[in-house]
């Protein structure tokens, strides 16, 4: 269960990856300049062929299979970590956690209170979250 719970987490990743990059918020947003348009789509399919990857390492019948499962783990964590690192170091380069032509923050009231949420980071922490309840299954099987 976990392996094919792990496979779908690697599938979505990198789809999704690829839909919210991909369009007109990000990869052909008309603000960007163009060399920061390329590394993006540079990144995009990297996760995308890491994705396709760790999907064939999880899946393919063999030897080796829970270190196949730990390696495509490690490297469905890798983009999740850039994605911290970026966000720790993001003063150093004048980074932003999003545009304002680009997807919204959700916000939430809270006791008379408006909370802004990034949803890169909201998604990124359910992204971690769920790999470890993905690894803590395999673990206890």
């Not at 990059?21 to 163009?34: K, Q």
């Not at 393919?60 to 970590?81: D, I, K, N, W």
């Not at 959700?106 to 971690?128: F, K, S, T, V, Y």
């Amino acid at each position: 269960m976990a392996r094919l719970l792990l496979a779908l987490f690697c599938a979505v990743q990198g789809a999704s990856t690829a839909l919210i990059d991909l369009n007109r918020t990000h990869a052909t947003h008309p603000g960007w300049m163009g060399h920061a348009r390329f590394h993006l789509v540079w990144q995009t399919s990297t996760v995308a062929a890491l994705s396709l990857l760790e999907i064939a390492l999880v899946l393919t019948p063999g030897p080796l299979l829970e270190q196949r499962f730990y390696v495509s783990a490690l490297l469905a964590a890798v983009p999740m970590l850039g994605f911290f690192a970026a966000l720790v170091f993001r003063k150093l380069y004048r980074g932003t956690l999003s545009d304002p032509q680009g997807m919204p923050q959700w916000i939430m009231r809270l006791r008379g209170a408006h909370l802004r949420i990034d949803l890169n980071l909201a998604a990124e922490i359910a992204g971690i979250l769920s790999l470890a309840a993905i690894i803590a299954l395999y673990r206890t099987h």
